[in-house]
């Protein structure tokens, strides 16, 4: 076995084991979603998690990204400007995490980049393969030996974009290569693709996750796992033709429908046996998920004993809710703990402007809070101002967040 068997203290014949999640047909699937699902349902089995995700763009991190294309940046306690999935994965998995979760396509080639420079290639022709391949098989590897504690049982990566574009492949060939340094036995593809209902026709279409499986394929990875993703339930006659035209196995073709809430996808893998799967495919043997307090914590989002509060939330990018991710789940999980639903409102601070601010009474009236976030630049203040001062000046409770506290003082 190669360096990157990672084996663990007490247990020499253990070998890390690795879980690649990668998505087909279209963006936006979820992907970071099912590999915070998978994290939160091994965790439940009693073994230790790492997660990561490697972004194909060529920005050395999201800090300097326009939010209303990338969405909110999540920053880590080490100070680490990474993609907000990783907020997922901590929200999910109740873990701290760093920098190393977080890998770009700038990261990498600035490594390589550096290291040509110094004479660390020797006069070697720098290529994608195999030095950009082994610098991320690098950064995988580097998960299996954190700074604290033990290493973890499993690794979770999540590969950004979607299978197809020219900016994924030097993962997916480095997570190939992984499989093939570190054993089949040890490794373990999730391919998240669209199962889209026609109309016209009146039925589910699986030629597309077809044409995502042959592409992904051709590369040289065979999925294990076929996350569908679709607004109805897709019945076994049509997963048994997906296992048949994919070569995955019945087992591993698994229904995602949308969920009432992303907290309760979890437990939807949960019922379809997945994390059963996936253990029996890997080689581990685990305890029972206990997913008690995960159910409490669904049941209470959606059947809340305690009403209703509505809150208004004005900022600069509310046209893209994800780049106020992190506030979306943290006003959820207050509703959480006070068995409330939150009625989010996300309005634009411009509006506030009109009319020298007179719309502030007319649009704030009927909430029973006001949350201003953080933002950059001059655009939208002027409104931040006259909100604040209506919810100051009439008792609406008020707080205010980076850009938000600054313009209440």
Partial sequence: MV?????????SDYVTRQIFVTGGVVSSLGKGLTASSLGRLLR?????????KLDPYLNVDPGTMNPFQHGEVFVTEDGAETDLDIGHYERFLDVNLGAAANVTTGQIYSTVIAKERRGEYLGDTVQVIP???DAIKERMRAQAHPEKGDPPHVIITEIGGTVGDIESLPFLEAIRQFRQDVGREHTLFVHLTLI???AAAGELKTKPTQHSVR???EIGIQPDVLICRTDRELGEELKRKIALFTNVDLEGVVEACDAETIYEVPLHYRKQKLDEYICRKLGLETEEPDLTEWKQIVERIKRPANGTVRIAVVGKYTQLVDSYKS???A???GGIANDVEVDIHWLSSEDFERDGGARAAEILSGYHGLLIPGGFGVRGVEGMLEA??????????????????????
Wanted: net charge positive.
């Fill in 3 to 11: 360096e990157h068997s990672h084996r663990l203290p007490g247990r």
């Fill in 44 to 52: 439940a089995r009693g073994l230790t998690v790492a997660m990561q």
């Fill in 131 to 133: 030095h950009i391949t």
């Fill in 196 to 198: 889209p209902f026609i």
């Fill in 215 to 217: 592409e992904l394929m």
């Fill in 327 to 329: 506030v979306q789940e």
């Fill in 331 to 333: 006003l959820v999980h």
């Fill in 388 to 409: 604040i001062r209506w919810a100051r000046t009439n008792g609406l409770p008020f707080f205010g967040i980076c850009l938000g506290l600054q313009c209440a003082v």
